[in-house]
């Protein structure tokens, strides 16, 4: 049973690029969160989502950030117009059900924004 | 409000001897408690949790954390670290009703020989 799969691990943009990260959650896991790591902080909860269902973004900027889960496939961080101060480390967890208890994490993606 | 406070931004400690990290909540109930380590480059590995029960929780290679009530205290310790336990540790609680985890600054462990 595969863990959270995130990629790219690795994603170098030029500012005002997409960037666009990829998360698949654990077989039979329906939660997704969104995590941001800026360099010498701790994690910083962006976003909640369910299949198909935002479920709670209120970590997230409220310009030129995005989140989907589609029904099929994986879901999607889309960061549009990125600038320097994005870059940083982009962690999924997932977990099985409400409550966020059991939560396994992928190994992030490394955004730097040159 | 509601927070997690890790005083210790980084410790270094012998190969051998023993360890305490600390870590400190703000809330009006008990939340649900975790550590996760992180090692450079890498994501996070629950350590263990605590939801109820008995107040010292046993996890994974050799560490164990003891929940204390009246410090809104959840301290991680190991008898005796060893070379590979060098890692970025981050306490991290779920409040009810809210599904999402709140973490702690971290604190960087180095291990010297």
């Known amino acids: 049973n595969a863990g959270v799969m995130q990629n790219p691990r690795h994603l170098v943009r030029r500012r005002g690029q997409e960037a666009r990260l990829r998360c698949s959650p654990m077989k039979g896991h329906s939660h997704v969160y969104w995590y941001r790591q800026l360099p010498e902080e701790g994690l910083k909860f962006m976003v909640y989502?369910?299949?198909?269902?935002?479920?709670?973004e209120s970590g997230m900027p409220k310009e030129r950030f995005s989140a989907e889960f589609p029904k099929e496939g994986p879901s999607i961080l889309r960061i549009q117009q990125v600038v320097r101060g994005d870059s940083a480390a982009y962690f999924c967890?997932?977990?099985?059900?409400?409550?966020?208890?059991?939560?396994?994490f992928g190994q992030g993606t490394r955004l730097t924004v040159v | 409000a509601q927070s997690v406070t890790q005083p210790d931004i980084h410790i270094t400690v012998s190969e051998g001897a023993s360890l305490e990290l600390r870590c400190n909540y703000s809330y009006g109930a008990t939340p649900y408690l975790f550590w996760y380590v992180q090692s450079p480059g890498q994501g996070l590995q629950l350590l263990l949790k605590?939801?109820?029960?008995?107040?010292l929780v046993q996890g994974i290679k050799g560490f164990e954390a003891e929940f204390k009530r009246s410090q809104s205290s959840f301290n991680l310790r190991k008898p005796s670290v060893h070379w590979s336990d060098a890692a970025e540790y981050f306490c991290a609680v779920l409040f009810f009703g809210n599904e999402k985890l709140t973490f702690g600054t971290g604190t960087r462990l180095t291990i010297i020989p």
């Open positions: 605590y939801f109820s029960g008995d107040t």
């Open positions: 989502l369910q299949k198909e269902n935002i479920i709670d």
């Open positions: 967890a997932s977990s099985p059900e409400v409550g966020n208890t059991e939560a396994f």
